[in-house]
């Protein structure tokens, strides 16, 4: 998730801007997130969990 679209409780204003003390620290935390699959949307992770599914089917009807 990033926070482009994210609007502060505190201030009121977009999270990206910083503008307050809240808005900076959850923008620290959203980019501290943001690891192997943290910029991956859920319907990537989902299509990305259907393929492994797919190739471990695969690989054991060969293996059998």
Do not use: N
């Amino acid at each position: 998730m990033t926070c482009d679209r994210l609007v502060c409780a505190h201030c009121a204003a977009p999270v990206s801007e910083g503008r307050c003390p809240v808005c900076r620290a959850s923008r620290e935390r959203l980019q501290h997130q943001e690891g192997v699959f943290g910029g991956l949307t859920p319907t990537a992770l989902i299509v990305l969990l259907v393929a492994l599914v797919a190739v471990a089917v695969l690989a054991r009807g060969f293996a059998g």
